[in-house]
């Protein structure tokens, strides 16, 4: 089986969901606490063994690939002032030179179609795809789905369950009948049900390991949910072929695409560093009593 070594992350999205905030910045360069949210999904994937990461970007996102370069004015700055501690929290994390792409996607056409804009720089061996709005900082998760990748040969979703009132905003899987297991075969999955037609409420949260044969699929699907080429609609025609398995995750998760998503996040990632969890207990301490 070869290793899986690249992973994509498409952030060539509009974050719409977060406007006025993202007219100008990018989604992904919000921060939670001291780091941007695109740093998280980074860290994660290189904590998972990933050696190549490829971002699709789009109009406006130039920032992202400035973060992620060596900021020579801001090195020499720190180095004068002897502000060597900074001078490590702003480049040490970065990825070895020459093990990141970014690839454009020219229209923001949906999900599916951002992963098929790495097709090429993909290449022929299975890959992970991580959306970096979904927040996950707890435990081994994407190397899990790589496990399961390798032992199965399919493409492999993490999932967790979300509220019956919220099955129109996700992809909604059908689990068959072993829904005891942690890892389980996909009956069926579809993008964005109604709340009436969602009968299942397990939901695919940004992790996928996937092979490549999933951009032909993806290279011929039509338009589906929103007007948007879908990646849930390319794993579904997949299954005919090469199955589909969901690991379900229950720990920490967060929606770093809306601003509630936001906020929390920032609260319980403060509150897990000591050298700020004291001040924001006060502080949160004081406008449950004294809101605005
Ligand atoms: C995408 C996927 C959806 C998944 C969701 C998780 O939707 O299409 O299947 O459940 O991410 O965040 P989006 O949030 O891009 O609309």
């Known amino acids: 089986m070869t290793k899986v070594k690249k992973a994509v992350f498409?952030?060539?999205?509009?974050?719409?969901?977060?406007?006025?905030?993202?007219?100008?910045?990018?989604?992904?360069?919000?921060?939670?606490?001291?780091?941007?949210?695109?740093?998280?999904?980074?860290?994660?994937?290189?904590?998972?063994?990933?050696?190549?990461?490829?971002?699709?970007?789009?109009?406006?996102?130039a920032m992202i690939e400035d973060h992620f370069d060596e900021s020579v004015e801001l090195d020499i700055a720190l180095d004068r002032s002897g502000k060597t501690n900074l001078?490590?929290?702003?480049?040490?994390w970065l990825p070895p030179p020459g093990t990141m792409a970014f690839v454009r996607q020219p229209k923001p056409l949906g999900l599916g179609h951002a992963v098929l804009?790495?097709?090429?720089?993909?290449?022929?061996?299975?890959?992970?795809?991580?959306?970096?709005?979904?927040?996950?900082?707890?435990?081994?998760?994407?190397?899990r789905l790589i496990d399961v990748q390798r032992e199965t040969g399919g493409n492999v979703v993490a999932v967790m369950e979300v509220g019956a009132e919220e099955t129109s905003r996700y992809g909604i899987i059908d689990p068959g009948n072993n829904s005891d297991s942690d890892v389980m075969r996909v009956e069926g999955v579809v993008e964005k049900p109604s709340v009436e037609d969602a009968p299942f409420r397990l939901a695919p949260i940004g992790r996928y390991v996937l092979t490549q044969d999933i951009f032909a699929h993806l290279s011929s699907l039509p338009r589906g949910a929103g007007g948007e080429v879908q990646l849930t609609d390319a794993l579904a025609v997949a299954m005919d072929d090469t199955p589909l398995y969901d690991y379900r995750y229950d720990g920490y998760r967060s929606d770093c695409g809306s601003p509630e998503g936001i906020i929390e996040a920032n609260v319980a990632l403060g509150l897990a560093q000591p050298g700020i969890a004291g001040c924001l207990k006060d502080a949160l301490r004081h406008h449950l009593d004294n809101a605005l």
């Open 87 to 92: 001078l490590e929290a702003a480049d040490a």
């Open 10 to 61: 498409p952030v060539g999205g509009l974050g719409t969901r977060l406007l006025p905030a993202t007219k100008a910045i990018p989604k992904e360069m919000l921060p939670i606490v001291d780091k941007p949210v695109i740093q998280y999904a980074a860290e994660e994937a290189i904590a998972a063994g990933i050696e190549e990461l490829i971002l699709v970007t789009g109009r406006g996102k």
């Open 117 to 143: 804009c790495a097709e090429r720089i993909v290449g022929d061996e299975p890959f992970a795809v991580l959306l970096d709005d979904e927040l996950i900082v707890e435990g081994d998760l994407l190397k």
